[in-house]
Structure formats: C-alpha cells, structure tokens
C-alpha cells in the first residue's frame, strides 16, 4: 500500500525543473572537491553527495558562518532545486549569523533517483546525520525549515527529535490532498501528513504565511498553528502569495527575531521548551506592526546585492515583483489547477 501511495504522490506533488539549474564537478584544484560551477565559488561552501539509505545520491550544500551557534536545514519548495535557491541561502546565513545545509530531493537536480514521499524522509534523514557526524551538530543546535512541500518532510523529522532548537514553517501544507480538496479526515493515499503529525513536534514552532497565497490557501498555516504545542508569534503576511514573501520586510525582520530568541529559550527543570523570550503568543505579526520589531545593532550589513536591498526596491513599490528566489516556479496551468506547493 505504500507504493501506491508514492505513485499517486508523485503523479500531482513532484516537478524538478526540467534541466537542472546546476551542475556538479570535481575542482582537481582543490584536490576534488565538489563544486557547482554555476554559482558564485565560496570558501565557506561545502558541496556534498549523500547516500539515503534507499540507495539514492542526494546533493547537499553547507554555508558555514563565523559566528554562527545554531545550524539551519532547510527544505526547499516544490519546481526548484540547489541553484535556485543558492542565492537565498546565502543571504539567509549572513543575515541570521547561522550556518545552513541546503539539499536537493531524490530526482531534483542533480540528486538520483524518483521523487516520492518516502525517498523525501530518507534524503532528510541522510542531511540530518551528516550534520551530526560531519559537522558535530547538536540536537538543541538544529533548526529545521521547511517550505511549501518542504514542511513534509520538515515536519516528519521534527516530530521524531525531541531536543530540536526550533522549527519554521514557510507557506506549510496540512497535506497532500487537503491542498487540493477541502477534507475533514486523514485518507490512506493521502501524503504528508502535517496536520496529524504537528502535535509530536515539542519545539517552538514559527509559521509564516502569505494571506493572498492562492496555491495553498493561508487557512492550512493557520491550522498547523492551532496544533502546534509550543507557539511562537506567527506571521501572515498581508497580500502575501506562495513565491514572494522574501520580498516582505516582515519577513526577514521576523524570522531573525525568531532565532535570536531560540537563543534564550527558557526550559522546564524536566527538559521541555516552555517558552521563549521575547514572545507573545496572543498576537501574530503582520505588516502593519512589523516595522516597529527591533533588532540588535550588531547585525552584520551585506552588499547591494543583498535580501535587504530587494525588501528597499519593494518598498517603492505598491506590488511586490516575483521573487527570483522563488521555490515554486510553476505555470499558470499548474497553479490554476492547484497542482504544486
């Protein structure tokens, strides 16, 4: 019955751009070393192949950063892959003074195999171990964040660490079908299961979701909050759609307020987050309140080129451009038909 499920998954959930955005190389100069010849060469980039243990290459990329004390995983959106996001994670580790490893499911890119949801758990799985074995990344040092699609497997790995530091959830999906068709149960060929799922995850949770997104609806954000056991303010991000928030200053401005105060979460004398300063669970953050969230005055500036100067291009303008950033680059068939997130 598995089976079936992954193939009625992958008929309506899976769409790795078609080439590659990237390739993978060894550099003889660097004595082998992977690297990705499209994209900018940095010293503090590692790219990896990992095995999943469904026999799957997947590829991967570490940013390291100086200063960082907490490591984030991201899993990316639907229709993308490592060169298309390779910009945003860079930006989002100098912006939030984190290291970041990026991958590549099973079929996208240049990672082997099929897209499924299984091969999805295991490509986690094997990001997660080599955080751990390769780059000493504790449990309580991890954030997992995943987007759109990503939040399934973000979600699935989430709910079986007990001692993560926290986890964001970018456009999140309840699941599968409910994307799709308003359900009120949990039906067997149905994946992803977020919404049954959320209640094991005991970290602080940040959810961020656009109020216009018209692939998948704000409604399933805001129901994953409901669930969620330990609550951090959310955001819903007014007239924000599934691929532009990185082009809302509330955006960024949030999600660094988020993971400085992962750093002084308080915890119980048994061991269990029970809240986190500063932090309001009464009230979300949209864009009228935003602007008055105070950041440290430390934190690093970065070029023109940087996520700040898109969100000052964008306050210029009434209507925000599409993110080039975007995860889910689809077409208007696609998303007319509601069949990508």
Not at 286 to 301: G, Q
Request: aromatic residues 8%; proline residues 6%; charged residues 25%.
């Amino acid at each position: 019955m598995g089976g079936v499920t992954s193939s009625i998954a992958a008929k309506f959930a899976f769409f790795p751009p078609t080439p590659p955005s990237y390739t993978v190389v060894a550099d003889e100069s660097c004595g082998g070393a992977l690297c990705i010849p499209e994209v900018p060469r940095r010293d503090d980039v590692d790219v990896l192949k990992l095995r999943t243990r469904k026999g799957n290459d997947v590829v991967a990329v570490h940013i390291s950063h100086p200063k960082a004390n907490a490591t984030l995983l991201y899993s990316h959106g639907n229709a993308a892959d490592l060169g298309q996001m390779f910009e945003l994670f860079v930006e989002l580790s100098l912006r939030l003074r984190i290291n970041l490893m990026g991958y590549d499911y099973s079929g996208y890119g240049q990672s082997t195999g099929k897209p499924t949801e299984c091969n999805t758990y295991a490509d986690i799985d094997a990001v997660y171990k080599c955080l751990k074995e390769k780059y000493g990344v504790t449990d309580d040092q991890l954030i997992l964040y995943g987007q759109s699609v990503g939040s399934g497997p973000t979600i699935d790995l989430a709910a079986r660490i007990p001692d993560l530091r926290g986890v964001v959830l970018h456009s999140p999906i309840l699941s599968g079908l409910r994307v799709l068709y308003p359900v009120k149960r949990t039906y067997w060929f149905d994946i992803y299961k977020n919404i049954d799922k959320i209640g094991g995850v005991n970290c602080p949770i940040l959810i961020i979701h656009g109020t216009a997104d018209d692939v998948v609806d704000c409604s399933h954000g805001k129901q994953l909050w409901e669930l969620c056991n330990v609550k951090y303010d959310p955001v819903w991000i007014n007239g924000g759609g599934h691929c532009n928030l990185e082009l809302y200053p509330e955006f960024i401005k949030h999600l660094k307020k988020f993971v400085l105060a992962l750093g002084k979460l308080r915890r119980a004398p048994n061991g269990s987050a029970t809240s986190l300063e500063p932090e309001n669970k009464s009230k979300s953050v949209d864009n009228n309140t935003a602007d008055t969230i105070e950041l440290p005055p430390d934190l690093p500036e970065i070029s023109r080129n940087s996520l700040d100067s898109r969100l000052d291009k964008y306050k210029k303008s009434s209507v925000p451009e599409k993110s080039r950033m975007s995860t889910d680059r689809v077409d208007r068939f696609r998303r007319r038909k509601g069949l990508i997130w």
